[in-house]
């Protein structure tokens, strides 16, 4: 018979190099899985997927084991029995943990174990001599991921069943559990080493009784406000659907049961459902009740046609406000309450979401919606119950030649000046922001699948000039926006834009004066006032704003010599730091004050 091919592992990987590695299974190919010819494997079948066994997991296998001239000493399979043990503990000869962690699940190999990979110089009398090399053929049934999640043996996690998909759910989302926990006893260290070489027990097949179970339908709570913290540990590392069993400490289980000293909390664990929570925008929060098959991931954007079935009540839920209806509408044109628009944007086609609106501003109807115009005025809010039955995306910016981004940019301008007269601040920082992206992914070169050519309209250079301005007029009137909101650090940012493609931009010039003051940053803002008043001198709402300025810095140095003296006076006689605090506390807070009392904001730009 042919010598079998040996392939040796590679380790050092040199992406660099133009070697080829190959790391599919092959049948019948030897790998030299240890690098020094202790433990060779060769598949004879191959198995499912790609995940293996790591250490610490529970195995499950069926094996044969003989000498190199064909005698068997041992087989799980003539015992009709599989056999268990934890991978990686030094449970079983050394070749086993190394080969039996490289296989994947139904994968059928062979293992050659030397004998210092295997029984050594003693052998195993009277079946295994000394020195010896031996065979085992190894199919892999399975394997329970046993994972210590707290990483002080709190929480013990064992997965009886795979989950599905790839996500866990995260502190905000709302889970739906099904439990069940027993006591048992924790094993001495004598008596975990003797069940090591034995099957083990659950708690249930042991017949230890019930302490505490989930309610029928299983128990619903966000993952934050889980019971104990042994279930919130765990969960935090599940996937939907998955089956585990939890072994708790006392101190994880306490909220589920009472546990006494010296014993732990077995715990039959499934999670049921995962209903995922997410923020689209202050005061909108969304809960998935139904996740859409397949895996697109695609979602509606503004000015996409989207068909919803939409129903929505009070926030208590004693009122319906609209029964169930199919309604189809353009995103970002005004035609549905603009909470429930934002959740919408983040959804898949087919999925079903709760969505809340707590903010009144969002949760008003326009004149003429489709949805939510039964929503009375002054509502503390409302609940959506939305399916996304379908949507047709707007182009995209990419797919957009430099006209249309153009249009889009100014579309947007509109939209963030009407936002921002109608006192809607929000969605005006969302308009001026699009349309400073869709302005500045303007290029020299037209890149886009449809390129205009110059006959199609304006040229090149006239294109970039006029994307300039609409930058310099909508970064000037975000910063506007985020000035009456108080966003100081935002104002200051987009301020700052406008300046550098305009240094002399006196609107600039003011609004990032205003932000600098609200940021405490007194001297940077008398440098932006005098450089506006270099180009307008008699400019009046400069003159203004440095008026108040020039107080504010008084009153600065007025309290922090105060501040000095007593620092000065104290010298010796023990700390003033209460005082001091309350200074420093201070001083950001009355230049907040200043800023919030100067001089409105210039007009939004046309």
Same mark, same amino acid.
């Given at each position: 018979? $042919? ?11 040199? %992406? ?43 195995? !499950? ?71 010896? !090399? ?37 502190p905000a989302d709302e889970v739906v559990v099904t439990y069940s926990a027993r006591l048992r006893p924790s094993p001495s260290p004598e008596e975990a080493a003797a069940a090591a070489a034995k099957k083990p027990q659950s708690a249930a097949e042991l017949g230890l009784p019930v302490v505490a179970s989930s309610p029928e339908g299983g128990a619903v709570f966000e993952v ?7 279930? $919130?540990?765990?969960?935090?590392? %599940? ?45 909108? !929060?969304? *809960? ?36 169930? *209806? ?88 509109? *939209? ?35 390129? $205009? ?42 301020? !700052? ?101 100067? $001089? ?7």
């Amino acid at each position: 018979m $042919a010598e079998p091919v040996i392939e040796p592992v590679p380790q050092d990987l040199d %992406m660099s190099d133009d070697a080829e590695y190959d790391f599919e299974d092959k049948v019948g190919v030897e790998k030299d899985l240890s690098n020094d010819g202790g433990c060779k494997k060769t598949i004879l079948r191959k198995g499912e997927g790609w995940q293996v066994p790591e250490a610490g997991d529970e195995v !499950t296998v069926h094996y044969v084991g003989t000498l190199l001239d064909g005698t068997k000493f041992d087989s799980s399979r003539d015992r009709g029995d599989y056999f268990t043990f934890v991978l990686g503990q030094g449970k079983v000869i050394k070749g086993w943990d190394v080969g039996v962690a490289s296989m994947k699940k139904g994968e059928l190999a062979n293992l050659l174990c030397r004998a210092d990979y295997a029984y050594g110089a003693a052998g195993s009398p009277p079946t295994i001599p000394p020195d010896a !090399t031996l065979q085992f053929e190894v199919e892999l049934i399975s394997w329970k991921s046993v994972k210590d999640i707290t990483g002080d043996g709190g929480v013990i996690k064992t997965i009886v069943s795979e989950g599905q998909g790839w996500q866990n759910p995260k502190p905000a989302d709302e889970v739906v559990v099904t439990y069940s926990a027993r006591l048992r006893p924790s094993p001495s260290p004598e008596e975990a080493a003797a069940a090591a070489a034995k099957k083990p027990q659950s708690a249930a097949e042991l017949g230890l009784p019930v302490v505490a179970s989930s309610p029928e339908g299983g128990a619903v709570f966000e993952v934050s406000q889980a019971p104990c913290s042994g279930f $919130a540990a765990a969960l935090k590392s %599940m996937k939907n659907h998955e089956k585990a069993v939890l072994l708790l400490k006392p101190e994880y289980a306490a909220g589920v049961a009472e546990v006494p000293e010296g014993q732990q909390l077995e715990v039959e664990f499934t999670l049921a459902e995962v209903h995922r929570v997410d923020t689209p925008a202050a005061g909108v !929060t969304k *809960k998935i009740l139904a996740e859409p098959q397949g895996n697109s991931y695609m979602k509606p954007s503004d000015g996409s046609t989207v068909t919803l079935a939409v129903s929505c009540r009070s926030l208590d839920g004693d009122t319906v406000y609209e029964e169930e *209806k199919e309604v189809t509408f353009v995103t970002d044109e005004g035609q549905v309450p603009e909470g429930l628009e934002l959740a919408v944007n983040s959804m898949r086609a087919e999925e079903r979401a709760l969505i809340t609106v707590t903010d009144p501003a969002l949760a008003a109807a326009p004149e003429g919606a489709v949805a939510g115009g039964g929503v009375p005025a002054g509502a503390r809010g409302v609940v959506y119950d939305a399916t996304l039955r379908s949507f047709q995306k707007a182009k995209e910016k990419w797919e957009m030649n430099n006209q249309e981004k153009l249009a889009s940019a100014l579309s947007r301008k509109e *939209k963030g000046n009407a936002a921002y007269k109608a006192g809607r601040l929000a969605r005006a920082a969302r308009q001026y922001g699009a349309a400073v992206e869709a302005a500045t992914s303007i290029q020299e070169r037209d890149m886009s699948p449809n390129p $205009a050519g110059d006959a199609d309209g304006p040229s090149t250079a006239a294109l970039l000039a006029q994307a300039k301005e609409v930058r310099k007029a909508c970064a000037n009137n975000w910063a506007a926006v985020e000035l009456k909101r108080k966003n100081w650090a935002e104002a200051a940012k987009q301020a !700052t834009k406008v300046l550098e493609l305009d240094p002399s931009n006196i609107k600039a010039l003011y609004r990032r004066a205003q932000a600098r003051i609200g940021l405490g940053e007194l001297l940077e803002a008398e440098l932006d006032i005098k450089s506006g008043l270099l180009t307008e001198p008699d400019n009046a709402d400069l003159t203004a704003l440095n008026r108040k300025l020039k107080v504010q810095m008084r009153e600065l140095n007025k309290k922090e010599a105060k501040l000095y003296g007593k620092m000065f006076a104290a010298l010796g006689k023990g700390s003033s730091d209460a005082d001091q605090q309350q200074q420093q506390q201070q001083q950001p807070a009355d230049a907040a004050e200043a800023a919030a009392d100067g $001089a409105a904001p210039m007009e939004a730009d046309a």
